[in-house]
Structure formats: structure tokens, C-alpha cells
């Protein structure tokens, strides 16, 4: 039995490394940046995208700054299902979210993860932050968002917003592998990938702020170790003024 799957997920991940490691390095830079300037960090997806804004937030190992901007008709327990592909096609939605769920200042830093990067919410929280003079890192598929057209009215997608842009190289469609007899391809490599690269760029970015001379950076302690969650309140106390959600 072969597992394709697994080869093209190694295949991505190589490619990641030799061709995004540029890019990598500066988010790292630029994150550092934000921390020790003490300005803001948020991340946002839509669907399954927003995946990664989980993944990002209050896990054991992960970096306490990422503000994560959840938008509660775009989260996957939201039913009819289908509603969440009808809102982050909703002009005006993700302006609405940008306004009412962050208070953006300039210098703040947000990272956008859209496969397609073609959707109105994405492309209103990124065109927002850079309004207001924050940094936007997107996360998305380059082969496949020039191949659609942006269902924003301005035309345009969400790394034509971006400082920097992480390419996920995945496949058109998201999908990777190929089963003889079946139209449709299985198995999306965009969460797999996307993760790959961000938990990366935390390990980097801790690494460079020891180094700096910062002796306790923002890091979750596991909840499920003796003491995790008081040595986590007393992160939480240090840096509260860049965490913008209830703890």
C-alpha cells in the first residue's frame, strides 16, 4: 500500500525550505520587531483556513502575543455549513470584523492565511490593517490565487495587500493526491503545511528574542503539567498589554 499523501507532503516541505526560507526569515524579523516595540500580533482565517489561528493559539509551546480574530459565522461548528463560504464571500464582513473585534495601531502585525486568497473577509481584514499602519504577513497558495479571480470589488487578492508572503505551494484546489477513476483529487496539504511553517517561525522567533536578552519570552507552559497554569498567569501578568483576549 502506498501512501501518496506522505510524499507529497515531504515534497512540500522541501520546497518550503529551499524557496520560503528568505520569507521565513523575515517574518521572524519582523515579529521580533512588534514584541519588543510592544505592538500587537493578530491572526485570522476563514473556515478551514482559521485552522492555523487555533493552532497558533493557547497551546502548549506556541507564543502567548497571537491575538486571534475569530469570527463566530466563519467557524466550523456555524450551521448550515455552507453559511461560512457564504459569509467570507459577504462584501463588508470582514471590514465589519476589522472594526469591531481589534483595535489596529500602527506597527501591530497580521497574519491572513487564505488558500485562494480571492475571498471579500480576508482581502478587508488585510486592506484595514495596512490602512491603519500595520504589517500584514498572508499565507496563501500563489499558483492557485493567480489562476481565480478576487470576488472583492477592488479585483484584487489577498497577497496583492501583503508585506510578505508565505507560499504554501500546495496544488490548485488545495487537494493533492490522485486516485485513478475519481475527478476530484483528496487530501488538502494547506493546514499540514501552513502549521509546518508557522510553528517553525515561533521556534525561530524565541530563539532570536533570548538572544536579544529577553529571559522569559511569551511561551504557553503545557496546562497539564504541575504549575503550567500559574507559570502561564504569570507570563500573562508580563505581557498582558500586547494580549487582547480574556485569560
Known sequence: MEFKYLKRIHELINTIENKEKS???????LLAEA????????TFGAS???ILSEELYYRAGGFMLFNPIFGREIMLDTNPITLTSQMERCVGYGTILANTKVNIKEGDVFIIHSVS???????????????????VIAITNLSYSKTVSSRHPSQKKLYEFADIILDNHGDVGDACVEIEGLEQKVSPTS???????????VAALAQKLVESGMK?????YSANIDGGDELNQKLYEEYKDSIHYSF
Open 23 to 29: 520569507s521565513m526569515e523575515e517574518c521572524v524579523n
Open 117 to 135: 486568497g480571492r475571498n471579500p473577509v480576508a482581502i478587508e481584514i488585510a486592506m484595514n490593517a495596512k490602512e491603519k499602519g500595520a504589517k
Open 216 to 220: 522569559k519570552p511569551p511561551i504557553f
Open 35 to 42: 514584541v519588543l516595540n510592544k505592538n500587537s500580533i493578530y
Open 191 to 201: 493546514t499540514v503545511v501552513g502549521a509546518t511553517m508557522l510553528n517553525a517561525i
Open 48 to 50: 478551514h483556513a482559521g
